[in-house]
């Protein structure tokens, strides 16, 4: 795969774009967990933040977060066109030129971190620039096509917006902030290993490293498990800051417990017995990894709300 094909790919427009084309760049499935992830950071911090300054820097976070999706639409449109799961992209399938994604990409990434600035901080601006910038130029450019340790060091990208987040309130970075960026780190390769082994031939096809291509899937399976051990053990230390409560404890206890039950169930499978039931137990477990997270960041929430509950009876 050539680094030309990357620049000039042969990818005719079908048909004038329609709003939801341009939407689509955007990502917005994975931007839901951006914003809420950042929101969350931002409610849970110990400061008072006016309701508008919240609407309007979780927007911007969106927007950067969005931006970055389209950057790597246009850079990835190659193999995108390649793999099952995205050769409906936008750029792909010729709804959006290669050019449109890169300019709209470029002036979205520059508008929201611009307006970050001028809204919060330049600390929370600071982190959505250098956000957008590992997500397109470590992440795509560089590590998934270079390395099976793509999603292992790339999910730093998706880690950052509680961070955020938290810098908009606080104006800084605390332990609390950093275990929650922690927790989707290490969320963030067994979220993606999961979809991998049922996605089969896509990434062999698209000449992606991703592990379960360059070490089998029974590697893979391993280090699933592993990640899952470790995640539990983050989440649990992200109970004892100042952040954790009640809710959240219960919540991690229950869905830790689920989670490690469905990587060891990963684990224990081979191919044969994978794809004797069409890689549903791997299938589950993707699903179960996204309601991990929402969960266990909505726990978060839940607390803060409960404390500013007790704080005004107090």
Known sequence: MSDSSLHSPSLGLAAEPELKDYFALLKPRVMSLVVFTALVGLLVAPVHVHPFLVFTSVLFIAIGGGAAGALNMWWDADIDAVMRRT???????????????????LALSGLSVMMLALSANLLAAGLLAFTIFFYVVIYTMWLKRWTPQNIVIGG?????????????????????????????????PPHFWSL????KSDYDDAGVPMLTVTHGHDATRRHILAYSVALAACSLALALTSIGGPVFVVTALVMNARFLLGAVRIWRRDTAQAQADAYGVEKRFFKLSLWYMFLLFGALLADAMLRGLWGGFA
Do not use: D, Q
């Open 196 to 199: 991998a082994l049922f996605m």
């Open 156 to 188: 730093a990208a998706g880690a950052f917006p509680p961070m955020i987040g938290w810098a908009v309130a606080t104006g800084g970075i605390s332990v609390e902030s950093l275990l929650m960026f922690t927790l989707i780190f290490i969320w963030t």
């Open 87 to 105: 050769r409906n992209r936008p750029v792909p399938s010729g709804k959006v030129s290669p050019g449109e994604a890169l300019g709209l990409g």
